[in-house]
């Protein structure tokens, strides 16, 4: 949950990590804060193209009163009299409750407290950057609904989701319940789009983790689509018109390269557009290309419709079973009463399996099975899964099913039946390893060519790693690298082979810290560096504060530097953290969290992780623990003025040595 970090500036409190001010009953009638006060708020939400001053130009901005037409608050200007900034009290309660950013004289983002209590519950985009309204019900600053939305704002939308595998975020986005009941569908269309919007939402995780077409350095460029289409009352039984758009498009730039994802059919609830179906063409790095679209298709509406209308409503009724389903799921603490309702939630998965027209609806379906199973399971919500998932891999295979079908329930199989050995207190660790380890390699040498080929080779090289057999780790990550070399676990098997490399050698690390600094350990020749990969949700990586705190002044004069590279989804708990805590040293933070950038350039896969690096740049020691900094530290320093350690080779235990 998203918290307020607050601090006193004379009687003014700033909650700069959230940009929220929260204050006492005197806070708007209290002296004007000061430029730098006021330009430390930031929009609660990220992507904000708001002016922000260069710092040698902050003390020239001015701050002035905001009064008249029952207002009250501050207007923030530039050295110019342009307008960067307002803070308004707008219901004369004597507390801010609108926190409005402008670009270039224009404003084109607003945090609104509608109930004024302090914290932002609206989210608007204005101006040149857009009409996105959302709206956050439980004041955790994440969106839970938008009240408004354009197509291109969609569109950008699922560029988003798709690079941060935000799975909420593009859920948002889908067609809800209430929304298809208010078009006024016909019964059959209804039905039909009610099963395309349910399996996009079942099977969005699984397509942002597999496709390669979008990445974290993916950007929206523009929005394609011909113009708009009416679907007029009556036609196929509905009783509205409905306005949508067909063959939709996202034009994206990854690096220079131009590509387009096939959104697909937008369509238009009063001021919102809804998606009702998963992009199409991200898993073969295809561009999109025209298609009939969804409504106004010959075939649609010429076949399809007739074909489905036997089998419509026991589809209906059965993707109303698994909705009821999963929000009881969510409700459950008793495992006996959790452990039916998986077992009831895989029953009615299996007939969605069983009643699908074609390979993609079966695909959907499968997976999500398999992953439901999965995840019960290694929750300790569902005992008897890995039995269920074993017989569920041996009748596909007696139905010779397609391949990647059993490749995939198999290996879901494999992680559920580890997860279950691991965690009986009588089993021996090692001997379960060893199984683990023997599982992986006949899976691989079973199906080679799967994506799931790529994870199995990925644990199977971590558990190499953590056993120090650094050589056979570093033989798995290089297969990964070279037989999957387009997906996302190459990058992280590249990055892990980098650090298991990386004594004696350089390594690149920069990015931007979170109050928006740059950082490049390249620039740090003549420090001694120590890189520590963190999270607020990993105890063992907070107990190191202190000890980093300790180092840091105890080891100033002989230029320790520490970065922290912060791994946290959320950069707002993360800034309130470090500012809570007073960590003073530059905190790298990049959206996707252990599946972001930063982990993923340097194969981090369990935090924390500590790295340190000699003043002239290169790795020392890439494993070091807390515990052992200190002998290391007074070691390196014994001699302040002795250089640091020049050729090196890599060892076991990750330090160099003497060449």
Same mark, same amino acid.
């Given at each position: 949950?998203?918290?307020?970090?607050?601090?006193?500036?004379?009687?003014?409190?700033?909650?700069?990590?959230?940009?929220?001010?929260?204050?006492?009953?005197?806070?708007?009638?209290a002296?004007?804060?000061?430029?730098?006060?006021?330009?430390?708020?930031?929009p609660?939400?990220?992507?904000?193209?708001?002016? +922000?001053?260069?710092?040698?130009?902050?003390?020239?901005?001015?701050?002035?009163?905001?009064?008249?037409?029952g207002?009250?608050?501050?207007?923030?200007?530039?050295?110019?009299?342009?307008?960067?900034? +307002?803070?308004?009290?707008?219901?004369?309660?004597?507390?801010?409750?609108?926190?409005?950013?402008?670009?270039?004289?224009?404003?084109?983002?607003?945090?609104?407290?509608?109930?004024?209590?302090?914290?932002?519950?609206?989210?608007?985009?204005?101006?040149?950057?857009?009409?996105?309204?959302?709206?956050?019900? &439980?004041?955790?600053?994440?969106?839970?609904?938008?009240?408004?939305?354009s197509?291109e704002e969609?569109?950008?939308?699922?560029?988003?989701?798709l690079?941060?595998?935000?799975?909420?975020?593009?859920?948002r986005?889908?067609?809800?319940?209430?929304?298809?009941?208010?078009?006024?569908?016909?019964?059959?269309?209804? =039905?039909?789009?009610?099963?395309?919007?349910?399996?996009?939402?079942?099977?969005?995780?699984?397509?942002?983790?597999?496709?390669?077409?979008?990445?974290?350095?993916?950007?929206?460029?523009?929005?394609?689509?011909?113009?708009?289409?009416?679907? /007029?009352?009556?036609?196929?039984?509905?009783?509205?018109?409905?306005?949508? $758009?067909? &063959?939709?498009?996202?034009?994206?730039?990854t690096a220079?390269?131009?590509s387009?994802?096939?959104?697909?059919?937008?369509?238009?609830?009063?001021?919102?557009?809804?998606?009702?179906?998963l992009?199409?063409?991200?898993?073969?790095?295809?561009?999109?290309?025209?298609?009939?679209?969804?409504?106004?298709?010959? $075939?649609?509406a010429?076949?399809?419709?007739? *074909?489905?209308?036997?089998?419509?409503?026991?589809?209906?009724? *059965?993707?109303?079973?698994?909705?009821?389903?999963?929000?009881?799921?969510?409700?459950?603490?008793?495992?006996?009463?959790?452990?039916?309702?998986?077992?009831q939630?895989?029953?009615t998965?299996?007939?969605?399996?069983?009643?699908?027209?074609?390979?993609?609806? @079966?695909?959907?379906?499968?997976?999500?099975?398999?992953?439901?199973?999965?995840?019960a399971v290694?929750?300790?919500?569902?005992?008897?899964?890995?039995?269920?998932?074993?017989?569920?891999?041996e009748?596909? +295979?007696?139905?010779?099913?397609?391949?990647?079908?059993i490749?995939?329930?198999?290996?879901?199989?494999?992680?559920?039946?580890?997860?279950?050995?691991?965690?009986?207190?009588?089993?021996? /660790?090692?001997?379960?390893?060893?199984?683990?380890?023997?599982?992986?390699?006949?899976?691989?040498?079973?199906?080679?060519?799967?994506?799931?080929?790529?994870?199995?080779?990925?644990?199977?090289?971590?558990?190499?790693?953590?056993?120090?057999?650094?050589?056979?780790?570093?033989?798995?990550?290089?297969?990964?690298?070279?037989?999957?070399a387009?997906?996302?676990?190459?990058?992280?098997?590249?990055?892990?082979k980098?650090?298991?490399?990386?004594?004696g050698?350089?390594?690149?690390l920069?990015?931007?810290?979170l109050?928006?600094?740059?950082?490049?350990?390249?620039?740090?020749?003549?420090?001694?560096?120590?890189?520590? $990969?963190?999270?607020?949700?990993?105890e063992?990586?907070?107990?190191?504060?202190? %000890?980093? %705190?300790d180092?840091?002044? %105890?080891?100033?004069?002989?230029?320790?530097?520490?970065?922290?590279? &912060?791994?946290?989804?959320?950069?707002?708990?993360a800034?309130? $953290?470090a500012?809570?805590?007073?960590?003073?040293?530059?905190?790298?933070?990049?959206?996707?969290?252990?599946?972001? +950038?930063?982990?993923?350039?340097?194969?981090?896969?369990?935090?924390?992780?500590?790295?340190l690096?000699?003043?002239?740049?290169?790795?020392?020691?890439?494993?070091?623990?807390?515990?052992?900094?200190?002998?290391e530290? =007074?070691?390196?320093? @014994?001699?302040?003025?002795?250089?640091? /350690?020049?050729?090196?080779?890599?060892?076991?235990?990750?330090?160099?040595?003497k060449s």
């Open positions: 949950m998203l918290r307020y970090a607050r601090r006193r500036l004379s009687v003014i409190c700033l909650g700069a990590t959230a940009g929220l001010w929260a204050c006492g009953t005197e806070s708007v009638q002296a004007k804060p000061t430029p730098q006060a006021a330009l430390e708020l930031a609660v939400q990220r992507d904000v193209p708001y002016d +922000r001053p260069a710092k040698e130009q902050v003390d020239k901005c001015t701050v002035e009163n905001l009064a008249g037409n207002l009250t608050g501050w207007i923030v200007r530039d050295a110019n009299g342009i307008i960067l900034r +307002r803070f308004v009290d707008t219901n004369q309660d004597n507390k801010l409750d609108l926190w409005a950013y402008f670009r270039e004289g224009i404003e084109v983002y607003r945090d609104i407290d509608s109930n004024f209590n302090s914290k932002a519950d609206q989210y608007r985009w204005l101006g040149t950057a857009g009409s996105r309204w959302g709206v956050d019900e &439980n004041e955790d600053g994440r969106i839970d609904d938008w009240q408004a939305i197509p969609v569109t950008a939308e699922v560029v988003a989701a690079r941060d595998r935000d799975d909420a975020r593009f859920r986005l889908l067609l809800a319940d209430d929304e298809l009941e208010s078009l006024g569908l016909g019964e059959t269309q209804s =039905a039909d789009v009610k099963r395309k919007v349910t399996a996009a939402r079942a099977g969005f995780a699984d397509l942002a983790r597999k496709q390669k077409l979008v990445s974290d350095k993916t950007v929206w460029t523009n929005f394609g689509a011909t113009q708009p289409g009416l679907l /007029p009352e009556g036609s196929d039984g509905s009783t509205k018109d409905l306005l949508v $758009y067909e &063959n939709v498009a996202a034009v994206i730039e220079g390269v131009h387009q994802i096939a959104v697909g059919t937008l369509v238009q609830v009063g001021s919102t557009w809804r998606l009702i179906d992009p199409s063409n991200l898993l073969d790095d295809k561009t999109a290309v025209a298609s009939s679209g969804y409504f106004f298709s010959v $075939y649609n010429a076949l399809s419709r007739p *074909m489905a209308a036997e089998g419509s409503a026991e589809l209906q009724k *059965m993707t109303e079973e698994l909705e009821a389903i999963e929000a009881r799921i969510a409700k459950a603490t008793a495992p006996d009463a959790l452990a039916e309702l998986n077992a939630r895989a029953d998965l299996e007939k969605l399996y069983g009643a699908a027209k074609n390979d993609e609806e @079966r695909s959907t379906w499968i997976r999500q099975l398999a992953d439901t199973i999965s995840a290694q929750s300790g919500g569902y005992p008897e899964g890995v039995k269920r998932l074993q017989t569920l891999g009748r596909l +295979r007696t139905q010779k099913a397609k391949n990647d079908f490749a995939y329930v198999e290996f879901r199989y494999l992680l559920a039946q580890y997860s279950e050995e691991i965690a009986d207190a009588e089993a021996d /660790p090692a001997k379960v390893q060893a199984r683990w380890i023997e599982r992986l390699e006949g899976f691989v040498k079973a199906y080679p060519d799967v994506t799931d080929a790529a994870d199995a080779m990925l644990q199977l090289a971590i558990a190499q790693e953590f056993a120090n057999k650094t050589e056979d780790a570093l033989a798995w990550y290089a297969k990964i690298v070279q037989n999957f387009t997906t996302e676990v190459a990058k992280k098997a590249a990055g892990a980098l650090r298991l490399e990386s004594v050698r350089s390594i690149p920069k990015g931007k810290t109050d928006g600094r740059a950082v490049d350990l390249a620039t740090l020749k003549g420090y001694t560096v120590l890189v520590h $990969y963190w999270a607020t949700w990993c063992p990586c907070k107990q190191d504060m202190s %000890k980093l %705190k180092l840091q002044a %105890k080891y100033a004069r002989q230029n320790l530097a520490v970065i922290g590279v &912060n791994l946290d989804n959320d950069r707002a708990v800034a309130e $953290y500012q809570t805590n007073r960590i003073t040293w530059p905190q790298l933070h990049e959206a996707g969290g252990l599946e972001g +950038r930063l982990a993923t350039e340097m194969g981090i896969f369990t935090l924390p992780s500590m790295l690096i000699d003043n002239s740049g290169r790795v020392l020691n890439r494993n070091v623990h807390a515990a052992e900094l200190d002998t530290l =007074a070691k390196l320093f @014994r001699d302040p003025k002795a250089p640091a /350690p020049r050729g090196a080779t890599g060892s076991k235990d990750g330090k160099a040595r």
